[in-house]
């Protein structure tokens, strides 16, 4: 051992060993992150003075203010996304696992299946997703006109209100679906890893598959539904086609309001924020429970 | 056992009346599980269906409202205008380069930090696993402005670098989400190879790179699928980072091509512009939405082909790695 060398003990040296491999991640925050969440954070509360210069006047709540007081389309866009996600987030994860765990019995065509769910991820990011939602391709899929599915005589007979209705409501389920593939994948991968001995010393203990499915299968996967519930909120509050995006894109870029579109990105985001912590918070105790 | 065999021969049945009772239920169970499976199945393949065959039709039979499925006439003409205006060869190497460099950057990026969120304990862990998740949870557009600044500052603008770069280090589209992905994966792969790496000398380094790889090969290829869809497909952060027109991805082309068809449009029916009817209605008939679904339907394949050679690999690397625990 020289004289003057620094000597570590295990612990020390796993810690630098450990943060030898998180290295580049640390730069990326310094780099690409520390200072754009700084500025954006002094952007909504303030007024962008210089573009170049990025000299911010501090006003305080100003912006807030006229975000929450002054704009009349934020706040009931605010609301109908966060209403929109809310119901779609419960049946996306609901579906994928139903189909997760359909997929994974003993069914025939498993692999084509698998394929096929995953499909809509391809084209359901960007452009062409836009392109067939401003067509009005949700309601084509089963809609009255073309006549694919429920023939049009028949919800007009029952009323438009009814056809109002059943067509929401198919909105709804293939927009659901269309956003589920990751969802299915991650889920189908969670319900294939049960080791199957788990199901037999259910059985031979006398378990019907009702009781199979909600006491071995679901408990098993919570650790998986909380990475999807996640990913699924991420996903829909930044999806493309979301209309608040189009507000922010809009009056940041374009109208140049960017201490305004600061703050309401930074409303949006922190209301992201609770949606996670409080579904986050619901689980770990569902998970405590189950343990 | 052997009673039934005797009960099978004396009556020459197979199964019984209370057999029967079951087994008409679990085919019921059965027909409507297959029936769910194949409807949603009609769900994801339609929009391709309604993809290519809309790109087949001709102007119209657009119009017509009778025809849906079949057209009457075929129009692949469209293809040939779409390939044309979206300057398809040109873009496409852009597109490659974009989405090449930021998958590679991802997939080593995000298992080389993974691995040490995964594996060891240091100072600051928390806090910075917590930038992670804030990272997956704030929308781009909110640091949106101060990034294009920043990036102005690095003189990055105008190149592909804002979209490759940050990959390597955990950031760029979806990055901190490949990241978490990373961890949960390695978290779930046992120790012992490692283990006996290092019984055998290996320098931790060594390991990550002879032994861990490997094993996490399945995640590689999940991370890889991923992120390639999503930069393929990504408009958003093309448009803003880039501004010179020649060095646009493909998607941000066919957007541009739909902008053009919407002018046209508005141009039609003002009363200011110099377009007649018949001369908007003459551009029309040429570009249409059906040129511009041809335009997906050649902005998809691509993917499309990768998908179909990596799916195998990919759909049993998500099932046997598990993304799970």
Redesign the interface.
């Known amino acids: 051992m020289k004289q003057g060398k620094i000597k570590l003990n295990m612990r020390q040296k796993?810690?630098?060993?450990?943060?030898?491999?998180?290295t580049?991640?640390?730069?990326?925050?310094a780099?690409?992150?520390v200072?754009?969440?700084?500025?954006?954070i002094q952007?909504s509360f303030g007024e962008v003075e210089k573009l170049s210069g990025?000299v911010i006047k501090f006003v305080g709540l100003k912006n807030f203010q006229e975000l929450f007081l002054e704009d009349t389309t934020f706040l009931p866009m605010v609301y109908s996304t966060v209403a929109d996600v809310i119901v779609k987030i419960p049946l996306i994860v609901v579906f994928s696992l139903l189909?997760a765990i359909?997929?994974s019995r003993k069914?025939k065509c498993k692999?084509?299946?698998?394929?096929?769910?995953?499909?809509?991820?391809?084209?359901g990011?960007?452009?062409?997703m836009r392109?067939?939602v401003d067509?009005g391709?949700t309601e084509?899929?089963f809609s009255l006109q073309?006549n694919t599915v429920i023939p049009p005589s028949f919800i007009a007979y029952m009323g438009p209100s009814v056809a109002n209705a059943v067509n929401g409501f198919l909105n709804i389920?293939?927009t659901v679906?269309?956003s589920s593939s990751?969802q299915i994948?991650?889920l189908?991968?969670?319900v294939?890893?049960i080791s199957p001995s788990l199901y037999e010393s259910a059985s031979v203990d006398g378990a019907t598959e009702w009781e199979k499915l909600w006491k071995i299968t679901i408990p098993m996967?919570i650790?998986?539904i909380i990475?999807v519930v996640?990913?699924t909120i991420?996903d829909s509050?930044?999806n493309?086609t979301n209309p608040i995006?189009e507000f922010?894109?809009e009056s940041?870029?374009q109208s140049l309001r960017?201490g305004f579109?600061?703050a309401a990105?930074?409303v949006?985001?922190i209301l992201?924020?609770a949606v996670?912590g409080l579904s986050y918070f619901i689980f770990s105790k569902i998970y405590k429970n189950y343990k | 056992m052997l009673k039934y065999a005797e009960k099978i021969k004396k009556t020459g049945k197979a199964y019984w009346r209370r057999d029967k009772k079951k087994l008409f239920s679990s085919f019921l169970i059965k027909l409507v599980?297959?029936m769910?499976?194949f409807g949603?199945?009609y769900?994801?393949?339609?929009?391709?269906f309604?993809?290519i065959i809309t790109s087949i039709k001709s102007y119209t039979d657009i119009l017509d409202p009778t025809v849906?499925w079949i057209p009457k006439s075929f129009k692949l003409l469209n293809y040939k205008l779409a390939f044309e205006t979206m300057q398809y060869p040109k873009y496409f190497l852009n597109s490659v380069i974009i989405t090449l460099g930021s998958t590679v950057g991802h997939i080593l990026?995000a298992t080389?930090?993974g691995?040490?969120?995964a594996?060891?304990?240091?100072?600051l862990?928390k806090v910075?696993f917590f930038?992670?998740i804030l990272?997956?949870?704030?929308?781009?557009?909110?640091?949106?402005?101060?990034?294009y600044?920043?990036f102005t500052n690095f003189k990055w603008i105008n190149t592909y670098l804002p979209m490759i770069v940050?990959a390597?280090?955990?950031?760029g589209l979806k990055g901190g989400?490949f990241?978490f992905l990373s961890n949960?994966h390695m978290l779930g792969i046992p120790k012992e190879m490692e283990e006996a790496a290092k019984i055998d000398g290996c320098s931790?380094?060594g390991t990550?790179f002879r032994v861990v790889l490997p094993i996490a090969k399945p995640l590689m290829l999940v991370i890889g699928v991923?992120s390639m869809?999503?930069h393929w497909?990504?408009?958003?952060e093309a448009s803003?980072f880039i501004s010179d027109k020649a060095r646009m991805p493909l998607?941000?082309s066919?957007?541009s091509l739909?902008l053009v068809i919407e002018q046209m449009r508005e141009q039609q029916t003002s009363q200011t512009s110099g377009v007649t009817y018949e001369a908007a209605e003459q551009f029309f008939s040429d570009y249409n939405?059906a040129t511009?679904?041809a335009g997906?339907v050649l902005?998809?394949i691509p993917?499309?082909i990768v998908?179909a050679f990596l799916?195998?690999k990919f759909?049993e690397g998500?099932?046997?790695?598990?993304?799970?625990?």
């Not at chain 1, 990011?125 to 062409?128: A, C, D, L, P, T």
């Open positions: 796993h810690s630098l060993q450990g943060l030898f491999f998180v580049p991640y640390i730069i990326g925050i780099l690409f992150f200072f754009p969440l700084v500025v954006s952007m990025f189909l359909l997929i069914i692999g084509f299946f698998r394929v096929v769910f995953f499909l809509p991820f391809i084209f990011q960007g452009v062409v392109l067939l067509l391709i084509n899929v073309t389920i293939v679906f269309w990751v994948l991650i189908l991968s969670a294939q890893s996967c650790p998986s990475v996640i990913f991420t509050f930044t493309a995006l922010l894109n940041g870029i960017f579109a600061g990105s930074w949006y985001c992201i924020l996670v | 599980m297959y769910l499976l949603i199945s769900l994801c393949l339609f929009p391709f309604y993809m849906n990026g080389f930090i691995y040490g969120f594996r060891y304990r240091f100072p862990k910075l930038f992670v990272s997956i949870i704030i929308p781009f557009q909110t640091l949106l402005f101060p990034t600044a920043t940050p390597f280090f955990g950031f989400l990241v949960q931790f380094v990550f991923l869809v999503w497909n990504d408009v958003n803003i998607p941000l066919l957007d739909e939405i511009l679904m997906s902005l998809l993917i499309i998908f799916q195998n759909i998500v099932e046997r790695s598990g993304l799970v625990e």
